[in-house]
């Protein structure tokens, strides 16, 4: 059994890592913290928890992190890079669900996220937990940088396009939906319900901190770097992001054998048959990304339909996905989730 | 492993039922019939089922249900009791969801359902399927009447304090509310999204069909007819349904230790500690009803509150529920789902 | 043209009067005041205010409220009471959309709201502004205490039947159902969007503020202290409360009539052909309270449903009808609004 | 007063006809028809409007259409184009809410709408009814053709810039998301609250109708035919439309006062501050259309922003608001109404 810790448990991506983890049939919950909570019993902050897992917020002095297999971290971003040279040199692995280790070029993450790193060094060892793309790397990483929600469905959706060379990478447009919980699990008035039910709107259209992140992403697939205009939307939806790739096709080969192919072997990536449209729902809880694409009119312009869970795929899912991968278990160990659907 | 066939299965109950079967270990899927969409693989309607489901709805005649070990009916009223006879000769145990076999009075069914029903004789040996009252004779049924979603959730409230006659059973009252897909997935305009959207309303209010079906429960508990007030309301979520209860305290003892003796080795009946509020949420795809229960202002009045989740302890996971009792397997097997939250 | 001022005009009744009066053809906005974001355009929080009102929020000491015909307090609990004498002393008259004045027994409030009452001598003065109750007594009230939400819904559905001596008043049920703006624009967990959106739960079922106003309503109606259960849910809506009433029959005779008789003269109060169903939504946006009734079976027990827009009918619009009574305009006026459906 | 007429009025757009010329003052309503619900008071299918409407739906053959000033389609398409020259011939204006008359092109509109076209003639007369492009050619009018919702938003858009020149109009992107109502008042499946809500997808990625009749009024702002990228998609909203637009900047001039200027005479068009996204609830149940847009990292790419109801500017509101001006009427009459925000 491995022995696992979690940081920060009080968020959406804290309840999702004991969601699954509750039922994974290799893991052990050892600890999970919360200073501000500490003793309050998980199950009764979420009481779907109840009955599936026994343990209370603890103090994370307390929690005696540095005797676990594995630590997730679910914080603020800022958190993790504080923490986490001290639990790797005790032996533990750490899995930053947050974006400290995301971004390889430190003035990048500093401009964007506005602070200081706390520990550049480990930003070059760690490893970005794509595993559609860093499978063996992550196999033996000590610390994992999970992708950020928006990053995993755009990245997927135009990696075997860009791979093969088969679209302008000068010229990518991602237009992004996401659903609210995507904001966390923090008390600000543009969450509130009547602020964000039946209620769309784009923000940061000028720039988002994602954008790095996924250029970075982009450019490593085609080998030189992109130019992509990124604009997020918040859309009434508990969870689900719904991206919208446009691109210029530059070398017409059939497109449904790119994607089919280079997704053969990938358990959560799944590619539909040509002229679908994904829906969110259909991965709603699950740890899949589902990916479509068309070509308006039969022109130059290749629109690529990219669908994942936010908190699954997007961010627990696939922690628990890379976790499986580090510990040489099956990939899909607890992570056989069917969407909830309606 | 049993085989399993299910009838009718393009609706909500029916999609339910494959999220469930899908992944338990003791269910060979044999089956899945519809005359309207025979063919067709059952993952392209249901989207979510994509990689766990490999079925195509068949033809009810090229079924081979007769060769199935039990046969769910996930049909509209009035389906089942047409075919069930065949069935049980056969020798396959027969579950039906919707509500052919659930009131043991014909005349009063047939004043509900406005049909004459077609088998009168298996009304009598029919076996209503909630576990929580009828477990022993579930295990050796041949034909289970899987219970309403309404009528669950309003006899679990009220069954601990009727069976100890700790309220008077003349004024009962039940204030219930639905969300949508309980008008399961049929083409009618009042539960069209922008209908039902930010809308909250009340219907039948003079008389609802689960009214005689929870009558006949809570009169069976208590021992004596009851007088009931029933008024459902549509309410603008997926799933889930609250019941709030209503009755007059006769005799003054601890409530809480009443629900938590009745309910102790329930596997799937959750009693909240003392002046809670369960929510939808917490069972939201998950077979749990959870009960709690407020006396305002110290009076003679018990307010009890109970929730599920409609398509699940409401209908297809009961249902699943009943199968493990009937097949003598362990009652929670396939059945331990944690409720997605957020 | 009435000069008007607001006070704390950053919350949803706040923005609601807005709406509201800045289309109204006798009123002059002249202050909105908010200490948090003075200098701030009210368009700029209010988007949908652009074009309609060009004030900036300003702060109270710099407002000139005492030049005001009229100010309406749509501050928090506490607020009002601090600062209506002396405005009353200057001459303005004062409408308080929160709950300081509204219940007369000071032990009573002070007990539910937690704090000290700061003018005791105008609780007394205060007039409760129900028009359907106290239109007389408005007409020349110095100080108006708007009724809350659940409050108006509720005592409106039971008001004729208490009047008339028709049900039993000492067992008397109100199980009350509120969006999700009913708690204000506040930055609360609870409220957030992946919090709310899909839920579905009832909540201070042992006890809410709104009960003493309640019961002191409906016992100035019945003639004696009445007994009340009063259960509120929240529900995902953004505006609409429905509250479902239920007492006992005690004379029998034409309900319909008691009901179409009671409200005929009134503007604001619509009573639905006998075993209609009323909707939130054909409230939405409008100042209406829409009423139906029924009699399950025939029985004993009366079933009143009663729907209202929390924000018009249940805040704001009342507020402004109060208004229009003061000054001795067409009780209408600016009021004819045509619920938003769908 | 005008005298109006409505065939059709039991779907969405025909009730929202219904609230704002109830609240018109140069208005009244003569007859409103359905075939199928003749005889039914409106205000009964609709209750919203009772109080405002008086009128009963009515055969369209008893209707006496042709003593109408004008008459509203809000019917499916396909319908008015079989009664249009009747009505022009007994000197009834005519505004069509369907796409009957919007496309100029026949081969084109016989293609996207899969029938023969009844009257020709009538296309090559029919004025497109866009106010902010075609107001002079509306104000003499017999026939109008009101646009669809989504090319509304996406040409109001793209206006200012194709006009000036200042983007490329061979690579044009619309990114359209659309609430649920835009799908009509139709029983259809997909519609359902249970599938349409906590849901987002994209539909008719290859070829939807609206494309062409984009496509002809962007070819005409900018004198060329455009090549243009259209992909609608659904989002859980009863109203609204969020289009995004990118374009490549060819001319490098201060954005801003292009679009101020463009519009500084329009009522109905917001152009929001530099740097702002206009949410689609600021327009619920307002004429207006809000636009900003955005030039991320300061490259050469531009991201519009064009949010509307699609009820109101996207169909009632703007044929009304071509109904003030075929009538000489103030252009704003009946329709100044404010967003319903929250």
Known sequence: MIKVGIVGGTGYTGVELLRLLARHPQVSLTAITSRKEAGMPVAEMFPNLRGHVDLAFCDPQQAGLENCDVVFFATPNG?????????????????DL????????????????????????????AIYGLPEVNREQIKSARLVANPGCYP????????????????????LIADAKSGVSGAGRKAEVHALFPEAADNFKAYGA??????PEISQGLSQFSGESVGLTFVPHL????????ATLYARVVKDIDLQSVFESRYADEPFVDVLPAGS?????????????????HRPQGGDVVVILSVIDNLVKGASGQAVQNMNIMFGLPETMGLELIGLLP
Request: charged fraction near 20%; hydrophobic fraction near 45%; charge should be positive.
């Open 98 to 125: 947050a974006a400290d280790f995301r971004i390889k070029d430190l003035a990048v993450w500093q401009k964007w996220y506005g602070m200081e790193h706390a520990c550049p060094e480990l930003v070059a060892e």
């Open 235 to 242: 859309t009434p939806l508990i969870r689900g992001i719904h």
């Open 79 to 95: 958190i993790a890079m504080q923490q986490a040279r001290e639990l790797l040199t005790a032996g533990v692995r750490v899995i």
């Open 152 to 171: 995993t469905a755009v990245q997927l959706g135009f990696l075997p396009l860009l791979e093969a060379g088969l679209i302008d990478p000068q010229h």
């Open 206 to 211: 000028s720039g988002h901190r994602h954008l």
């Open 277 to 293: 449209h994904p829906e969110t729902r259909s991965v709603r809880g699950a740890n899949t990304c589902r990916i479509a694409w």
